[in-house]
């Protein structure tokens, strides 16, 4: 059993302006330099969502906003980008590692079966998050750790950082090891704003606790702006969305059910993981999307 407690509940919009945090050696060494990666295909998918919301284009912007998406997510959109990665059995991981975020169980697919410029159409928009959980070592030091396979111990505490591929509304509950679900919080979010939830601290009581994370996408005019000044993306007004794609206004009321897509296969590429899920054919042609969820468990041993 495990019991979490809540130093801070409040989600921390913002955009960061402060470096990203320093490494320690233990208990994860990375490199003495950091280790240089091709961006991933995960990460221009991100990328080119955000640049064809904003710049009615699927590749153009693409191009440029995959290179700021290099490192550390609390490092995206800045010039002060590091590249570091999870240390894996054999050394750092050449290629994204998949998982289901409930179980940490390591899936036996690959990015073929996954996603790859061979399985996705061009120009292929997708819904969900890009996360992060930092470990808080003594004297405010953050560890990136991967939630899967990561345990935590009495007294270790975390955050968890996150960026969604659209904008739109997330609510955060959190579920105890009794399977009681609780909201903590519920904000609009701008494509790619970074949110900060935490931070946490694991008491006495060991099991398992998890975040649930739940993302609406919708449109809304300073939420595009907000997305703007976030990727540093000048307004184009000739700009048409492709194939005639636009998001519902989040003002606008509701006239479908809304359906809830759960993403159960999530890919850790670097320090990040990517539960993203592709856009229907009924979505696109509609600008209705369907809500997606993830739901992150955390270890205590």
């Excluded at 070592?137 to 270790?156: E, K, L, M, Y």
């Excluded at 993306?233 to 000739?238: F, R, Y």
């Excluded at 320090?271 to 997606?292: K, N, V």
Aim: some cysteine.
């Amino acid at each position: 059993m495990l019991s979490l407690m809540m130093v801070s509940a409040s989600i921390l919009a913002q955009q960061v302006q402060q470096p990203p945090p320093a490494y320690v050696q233990e208990p994860m060494p990375y490199p003495a330099q950091p280790l240089q990666r091709k961006p991933s295909f995960l990460r221009e998918l991100f990328a080119g969502t955000i640049g064809a919301i904003l710049q009615g284009t699927g590749g153009g912007v693409a191009a440029a906003l995959v290179q700021g998406l290099t490192g550390t997510i609390v490092s995206w959109f800045s010039k002060k980008q590091h590249a570091n990665a999870y240390p894996g059995p054999n050394g750092y991981p050449s290629e994204p590692q998949f998982f289901d975020p409930r179980t940490g169980q390591v899936s036996a697919a690959n990015a073929q079966a996954y996603y790859s410029r061979d399985t996705v159409p061009d120009n292929t928009l997708v819904a969900g998050v890009a996360y992060e959980v930092h470990a808080l070592a003594q004297g405010g030091t953050a560890i990136p750790v991967n939630p899967a396979i990561h345990s935590f111990r009495t007294g270790d505490r975390f955050v968890v950082h996150f960026r969604p591929s659209m904008p739109g509304s997330m609510d955060v509950y959190n579920i105890n090891p009794l399977g009681q679900q609780t909201r903590i919080d519920s904000v609009r979010m701008a494509a790619g704003q970074l949110m900060t939830l935490g931070p946490y601290e694991f008491t006495a009581t060991r099991g398992e606790d998890a975040l649930r994370l739940v993302l609406m996408p919708c449109a809304r005019n300073d939420l595009i702006v907000a997305t703007r000044n976030i990727v540093n993306v000048a307004a184009d007004p000739a700009a048409a969305p492709p194939n005639g794609f636009s998001l519902s206004s989040c003002d606008a009321p509701i006239t479908r059910s809304i359906n809830t897509r759960d993403i159960t296969k999530v890919a850790v590429d670097g320090t990040t993981s990517f539960a993203l899920d592709p856009i229907s054919a009924q979505e696109y042609a509609s600008g209705q999307l369907d809500a997606r969820e993830v739901t992150v468990v955390f270890h205590h041993q």
